[in-house]
């Protein structure tokens, strides 16, 4: 098992220790998980701290061995002012994860796709009305963050008879800053010339690519992910979606090879790592 950089009370610690620090900063928690920190208030995007998935295929054709170790159990993550969830997959949408935070967090912001709204609040044992949906252009806002909606092709961009959007990728803005999670997705035509227009200090991309051997939705694979980011002239890009399941990952070699090929800037974290902005 891949043992985090951080876990536990040192994740905690390090969190506590750059509350008041200059900048902005970002902990890859695994996964597509991210804590986002700004002045102190804090920001959940797609978190997935538990063995869920591992649990409900162990005794399937498709098992879900997991290669890392949790970075933290989710109900000790206090003073959280916003979590995200990008679509309903449950590495995105994970009920063992966002109830336990739920409970520590009673005024938590939840913010889902508008089309999932139903299906989230179910999941999650709360009221619809308890959710925040987002869509293709909307805006919520939490606290000192603002979440933009943009859609996310996994594989295809997908909407629900309301037209709403079942896979979602965010921008999300707080004082003169700007980070992009994209979910899960492929590149589409349009997304480089949306993405433009907010000047992304920092794109978050997957890069395990797609197989079809594997039985799952795709996603973007290193050198695309590297591509991307440099077409948007993002800060810097951080790669994620790997090192978590031994059936759907890679390594971030293809990504690494091609922001160094093409002069964009890159971070490569460790789980329970921190970026800095400063």
């Known amino acids: 098992m891949i043992r985090p950089l951080q876990q536990h009370d040192a994740l905690l610690a390090d969190i506590a220790a750059s509350k008041d620090a200059t900048g902005f900063r970002l902990w890859w928690l695994g996964q597509s998980g991210f804590l986002l920190q700004w002045k102190g208030e804090h920001a959940l995007i797609d978190p997935y701290l538990s063995d869920s998935l591992t649990k409900k295929y ?3 054709d498709k098992p879900h061995v997991r290669m890392s170790e949790q970075v933290i159990d989710p109900a000790r993550l206090g003073g959280i002012t916003a979590v995200s969830s990008s679509h309903n997959h449950t590495d ?3 009920a063992d994860t966002l109830i336990p935070l739920v409970h520590v967090n009673p005024d938590i912001t939840i913010i889902v796709p508008e089309a999932n709204r139903a299906f989230a609040a179910d999941r999650l044992k709360v009221d619809v009305t308890r959710l925040r949906g987002i869509d293709d252009g909307t805006t919520v806002h939490a606290g000192a963050f603002t979440f933009h909606g943009l859609p996310a092709a996994h594989d295809v961009i997908t909407q629900d008879e309301r037209g709403h959007h079942k896979f979602m990728g965010y921008v999300i803005r707080f004082g003169p800053h700007a980070v992009y999670h994209s979910g899960d997705t492929l590149l ?7 993405l433009k227009q907010f000047k992304i200090d920092v794109a978050i991309l997957p890069i395990n690519g797609r197989a079809s051997e594997r039985r799952v939705a795709g996603n973007l694979w290193g050198r695309e992910a590297a591509q991307l980011a440099n077409e948007i ?3 810097v890009v951080i790669p994620c979606h790997y090192d978590m399941f031994e059936f759907n990952t890679a390594t971030p070699d293809e990504f690494i090879a091609e922001c160094e090929k093409i002069g964009q800037p ?5 789980q329970g790592e921190c970026w800095s902005s400063a």
């Open 266 to 270: 890159y971070k490569v974290l460790q």
């Open 92 to 94: 995105h949408l994970d």
């Open 233 to 235: 002239a993002a800060g």
């Open 58 to 60: 162990a005794a399937t």
């Open 188 to 194: 589409y035509d349009g997304l480089a010339e949306r």
